[in-house]
């Protein structure tokens, strides 16, 4: 494999560059003073930065890109492109030097004394938020490479000078078992990702060979709900510690109650028998065991307790995390990332508690393999909504549909007794747009949801 010696920075060529972890990366060797380009399918606002940073950036992965980005001395590319892409045939034949994303990551990680890993089915980006704000606000300076927009650092990715790097750890393709972390977390497992993954037991596995790269002197915080969790902790030569609902667990909360939005205010009992009294700005019962993750790790880290409190107190969540958007009409909009029935199903719990007369959910599925192996499970957590609308499935990096479409998931909640309306979507989301003008009315709370572009039609009915 090849070796980045971040001493002697060279030309890196990002392909996918506009992904959210790519584009931090990419950020990261900029600031290192490496030499980066790279291409992507289309302009995002990720590529627009890079680009204000002096970034070459080709659109349309093609052949000639690499001929014209030349001398490269490494491409980095994601489990995106595959091994018919055009641009990484002429890499292979031009006999460059080629990294995954998370083996670059990984890499980069070793030049870090306290590398911070954040893995999971879920919560992933928000926990790893809640660490970060942590940090900064005990005045750590430290390194954040995050999936999803912090408003707190402007972007995903915060280039500090300190011994800290957190990270986010995706399972997917076995991504973070390039990593090379001294802490690790592990908010949950649950089947995800099938595309990749035969079943629930072989990310069960993942998972386990993820824990066992923890050195001796390295500490794993794991959510003690997880079934069977000596399975993935058995005999590790690490510290494990615990956090969850019950009292045997090192870490637990209590007294958890509500205020009118559904943020929760909580007492977390920490390991050594103390106490700390956190009040949320985010809502759900999902959000005090993140919170309890990020305590954890930062009671490791010896943080000051009235950090950690202060932090906790004034995060008011991530970009696409049941993020406030607006009113119209009397209707409050609020956009979330969930697109995994155990995310929809919290989701949908912590709108139970924010105000509203109805509940609206325009879902967006993503990829037909979640959305086919988990079909039973997306009726029963999207029947948890007053009202369902469905968009058509958002394909991402797959091109067999499958034989199924959302209109399958819409017949599927109409059966089991609940309203759900479904609209081909044809390249827009005008008739979804005009459907919840005319149907949503005042007090209503309408949540859009999913991993692809379902947040513009919350947008435009602002716009509007």
């Known amino acids: 494999m090849y070796n980045i010696d971040f001493k002697k920075p060279v030309h890196v060529y990002f392909m996918g560059i506009g992904g959210i972890s790519m584009s931090g990366l990419a950020q990261i060797l900029i600031e290192e003073n490496f030499k980066v380009s790279g291409s992507d399918n289309k302009e995002s606002e990720m590529t627009s930065a890079l680009e204000k940073k002096g970034v070459k950036i080709f659109y349309g992965q093609k052949a000639e890109n690499i001929l014209a980005a030349s001398p490269i001395d490494v491409v980095v590319y994601t489990a995106a492109v595959h091994p018919d892409n055009l641009e990484f045939i002429a890499a292979k034949e031009a006999g460059i030097p080629m990294l995954t994303r998370a083996e670059l990551l990984g890499q980069v990680m070793k030049e870090y004394d306290i590398p911070v890993a954040i893995s999971g089915t879920h919560g992933k980006t928000t ?33 500090g000078k300190s011994e800290y790097f957190v990270t986010e750890a995706c399972e997917y393709t076995n991504s973070f078992l390039s990593f090379f972390p001294k802490i690790s977390v592990i908010t949950n497992i649950d089947a995800d990702h099938l595309d990749f993954f035969k079943d629930l037991d072989d990310i069960r596995h993942s998972f386990r060979k993820f824990a066992q790269l923890l050195p001796k002197d390295g500490t794993l915080i794991i959510n ?30 209590s007294n958890i109650i509500y205020d009118d939005h559904g943020n929760a205010s909580f007492t977390a009992h920490l390991k050594d028998g103390s106490s700390l009294d956190i009040k949320l700005a985010v809502p759900g019962i999902h959000n005090v065991y993140n919170a309890l993750a990020a305590i954890a790790v930062s009671n490791v880290l010896s943080i000051d307790h009235e950090h950690i409190k202060t932090a906790l107190s004034l995060f008011g969540g ?5 993020e406030y958007k607006g009113e119209v009409g009397g209707v409050t909009i609020i956009d979330d990332y969930a697109h995994h029935p155990t995310e ?45 609308v469905l968009a058509d499935i958002y394909a991402a ?11 399958t998931l819409r017949d599927k909640i109409v059966e089991s007794g609940h309203e759900c309306h479904y609209f081909p979507t044809l390249q827009n989301f005008n008739e979804i747009e005009k459907f ?10 309408l949540i859009t949801m999913g991993a692809g572009d379902v947040v513009k039609i919350g947008e435009e009915l602002l716009g509007k």
């Open 344 to 388: 929809i199903m919290a989701t949908l719990k912590a709108a139970k508690n924010y105000p509203h007369n109805k509940i609206w959910c325009v879902f967006q599925p993503h990829t037909f393999t979640r959305t086919k192996a988990l079909m039973n499970e997306f009726a029963e957590a999207l029947s948890l909504a007053d009202h369902v």
């Open 127 to 159: 926990t790893t938020s809640m660490l970060s704000k942590i940090l900064l606000e005990a005045d750590t300076d430290p390194t954040l490479s995050i999936g999803g927009i912090f408003k707190d650092i402007g972007g995903n990715i915060r280039v």
């Open 436 to 445: 919840l003008l005319q149907n949503c009315t005042k007090g209503d709370l």
């Open 397 to 407: 990096r797959e091109k067999d549909n499958l034989g199924i479409s959302s209109k």
């Open 224 to 253: 003690g709900d997880i079934d069977n969790i000596e399975e993935i902790t058995d005999s590790l030569p690490c510290t494990v510690i615990t956090y969850g609902s019950k009292e045997s667990f090192d870490y637990y909360p």
């Open 318 to 322: 991530t970009s696409r995390r049941f």
